[in-house]
């Protein structure tokens, strides 16, 4: 399947969760966020280096595969066998209680015309959804949030959290980048909003810019009398990030811990680093998958405490 049909697809179906207004529900009675469909949520996340997919999901019915895959394929009696053609990889079994409830999906061969071999090009074709003889400046988020702004009372349009990438957010969204998760739930609150006295213009619009991005994080650090998730999270880098993510969306919701209408973000952006396994990719690529699945274990089960399972597309 090319990019371009999977992006028509998800437009028509998984995209319409979150912007509904973008695909025709513009009829729809006004009233709050809910209404207009931000009452659900979008998460990203980036698995950066470029994850090998095949030995992710393995064509182990494939001869070719262990053909060229001599020392690297998944061997077909540790893969986590789907269906008769198709596993996963044994790093994934925290998952499989998803697939067998129906909850996760699967879609291979998701690429766009002539790809471009570099890293670099190839993850700004991804981010801005461009062709790949295309050079755009805004990602793909922030031309659709340009079309279906979210509501006002929204903190931000995305939160990217432990990168300083803005992604397919680049270029003109409201988005919060948090680099360093640990010290932004540390810190009691961000540096004070500057006041300019004496007004130059070009200067006063990027003092406005800087205190916006000071306000909206300030109203997405932990607060007391928030929600106390009991879900345990993984250690490391992202299952940080992962609890940052949780946390943020839980500085929304009300002290009883269900979500406020009209607040919060609409995207959050995460990155798992570590995949351009040239060397060792066995084992890198094992305790990646491992992280990887853990993370998304844990933070289903925190999106379940904080009500938003049944309304979040990962």
């Known amino acids: 399947m090319k990019r371009r049909s999977f992006l028509s697809m998800g437009a028509a179906a998984g995209a319409a969760l979150w912007l509904p207004r973008a695909f025709g529900a513009q009829a729809a009675a006004p009233g709050g966020a809910m209404n207009r469909g931000y009452g659900n949520l979008l998460i990203l996340v980036e698995l950066k280096g470029g994850n090998d997919g095949l030995n992710t999901v393995i064509p182990f019915a494939d001869p070719t595969y262990y053909q060229l895959r001599k020392n690297i394929g998944i061997k077909r009696e540790q893969a986590i066998q789907l269906d008769e053609r198709t596993a996963l990889h044994p790093s994934l079994q925290p998952l499989m209680p998803l697939w067998h409830s129906q909850q996760l999906a699967i879609v291979q061969g ?9 890293h670099f090009r190839s993850i700004e074709i991804w981010d ?5 003889d295309q050079y755009l400046r805004e990602g793909w988020l922030t031309r659709a949030f340009a079309q279906a702004p979210v509501p006002a009372g929204f903190a931000a ?8 990438e803005m992604g397919p957010l680049a270029n003109g969204a409201r988005a919060i980048a948090l680099v360093n998760p640990a010290q932004f739930v540390k ?15 070009e200067l006063a619009h990027i003092l406005d810019v800087e205190n916006d991005i000071v306000k909206a994080a300030d109203r997405l650090r932990p607060t007391q009398g928030q929600v106390q998730l009991k879900t345990v999270f ?9 609890k940052t993510a949780m946390q943020v969306l839980a500085a929304g919701d009300t002290p009883q811990g269900q979500p406020k209408s009209g607040q919060g973000v609409a995207v959050i952006r995460l990155t798992l680093n570590g995949f351009d396994t040239h060397q060792n990719q066995p084992g890198q690529q ?3 998958l491992k992280q990887l699945a853990e993370g998304f274990a844990s933070m289903k089960s925190a999106l379940v405490e904080l009500g938003r399972w049944d309304q979040t597309l990962v």
């Open 234 to 242: 993984p250690g490391g880098a992202f299952g940080g990030s992962i």
């Open 110 to 118: 998701v690429s766009y015309a002539q790809p471009n071999l570099s």
């Open 157 to 164: 349009d995305g939160v990217v959290i432990g990168s300083a």
């Open 128 to 132: 801005t959804a461009s062709r790949s």
């Open 286 to 288: 094992a305790a990646l």
């Open 187 to 201: 810190a009691s609150r961000l540096v004070t909003p500057v006041s300019l006295h004496e007004r130059n213009p």
